[in-house]
């Protein structure tokens, strides 16, 4: 039951550990830094710590030896979530990680689902805010099926505060953006003409530009949707280009800032239009639950075999949504909302 978490000492990192140990998994961790994993907090101060950089295969095996799933949370994932991903395929470890990047999406899709299924483990990128939720919500719409004509993915949030992480990221990403159109995915058209999004409470109407992160590579893993729009509202994305704008802070016991979000989703199967949202607070915080119950899923069995899968194609994604309201009240799930005037 060890999970052996990268970028453990990071924002998320921290929020991950802390989750894994509420749900009676054991932690490792570990990271690049010895320093910053020496000055763990107290309540981590126990724990089995690993320092090892991305560089040395050999080492990186060693450092995963004896853990049943590891959780990636060390950005930019351009660079460590390959390299860490083959070493948990490697040494029979699951892999899930939080990346917003498509392009990272995409590789550990072209290069580890063959030998992850001849190693029996699952490789799950993206099981966070970005990405997985926006796939386990449109899993979920689909009720079993696996076509829409079209799907809007509109995420909002009431401001951003983006970690250290959050920028390195931003600047290593330079990748065309891709979303799905007549069936295939294809660069984003710039200058996209700007639009308005009437998210539920507590965001309302709010201006918005398409903006897909890696929901579109999920999504175009295991459903077959003739085109998908990808928005952000644009306050939040104003927040995240200001470098003024500060990091997040904690306002409760639990490090959570007081951000507020909103995942909404529209499909469109035929003549039937469908609505589902997701809601909650701190979308760092809230990656926590996501990315664990997908791990705790994939090391008692519950998921839908090997290789490198989309979350809602490992996992049941009404499932997770359910055990994500229920158990952790990370989220407040929506259905059948009357559709946005995108």
């Known amino acids: 039951m060890n999970v052996l978490v990268y970028g453990a000492t990071g924002h998320t990192g921290r929020f991950v550990v802390d989750e894994l140990l509420r749900r009676g998994l054991v932690p490792v961790l570990a990271g690049r830094s010895a320093d910053r994993l020496a000055a763990?907090?107290?309540?981590?101060?126990?724990?089995d710590r690993r320092a090892v950089g991305v560089e040395d295969a050999g080492l990186l095996r060693r450092a995963v030896a004896g853990a049943g799933a590891v959780i990636n949370c060390a950005g930019p994932f351009l660079d460590t979530a390959l390299p860490l991903a083959r070493a948990a395929v490697e040494s029979g470890a699951h892999y899930l990680d939080v990346t917003a990047e498509q392009p990272v999406?995409?590789?550990?899709?072209?290069?580890?689902?063959?030998?992850?299924?001849?190693?029996?483990?699952?490789?799950?990128?993206?099981?966070?805010?970005?990405?997985?939720?926006?796939?386990?919500?449109?899993?979920?719409?689909?009720?079993?099926?696996?076509?829409?004509?079209?799907?809007?993915?509109?995420?909002?949030?009431?401001?951003w505060w983006p970690t250290a992480g959050t920028r390195a990221t931003g600047e290593r990403n330079t990748a065309t953006r891709?979303?799905?159109?007549g069936g295939a995915l294809v660069p984003l058209e710039t200058p996209a003409r700007p639009a308005t999004w009437s998210y539920p409470a507590p965001l309302g109407g709010q201006p918005v530009v398409r903006m897909p992160f890696s929901e579109v590579i999920t999504i175009a893993r295991h459903?077959?949707?003739?085109e998908l729009r990808s928005y952000l509202n644009t306050a939040a994305l104003e927040d995240l280009r200001d470098a003024a704008t500060p990091a997040p802070a904690a306002t409760d016991e639990h490090g959570r800032s007081a951000q507020r979000f909103v995942v909404d989703v529209v499909a469109r199967v035929g003549t039937r239009t469908r609505r589902v949202s997701a809601s909650g607070r701190d979308i760092y915080a809230v990656t926590a639950p996501v990315v664990v119950e997908g791990a705790a899923r994939l090391l008692d069995g519950r998921h839908r075999g090997g290789g490198a899968a989309a979350p809602g194609q490992a996992f049941d994604a009404a499932d997770v949504l359910a055990a994500l309201q229920r158990d952790t009240g990370a989220i407040v799930v929506r259905s059948d909302r009357e559709p946005a005037v995108g």
Not at 40 to 47: E, F, K
Not at 117 to 145: C, E, H, I, N, Q
Not at 178 to 181: E, F, T
Not at 223 to 226: E, I
């Open 40 to 47: 763990v907090p107290s309540r981590h101060a126990g724990l």
């Open 105 to 159: 999406v995409q590789a550990l899709y072209r290069d580890l689902d063959a030998p992850a299924r001849a190693a029996g483990v699952a490789v799950v990128p993206a099981m966070a805010f970005y990405g997985g939720l926006a796939d386990l919500l449109v899993t979920a719409l689909l009720d079993g099926g696996s076509r829409a004509d079209e799907v809007d993915v509109a995420i909002g949030l009431d401001r």
């Open 178 to 181: 891709l979303v799905i159109r």
């Open 223 to 226: 459903l077959d949707v003739g």
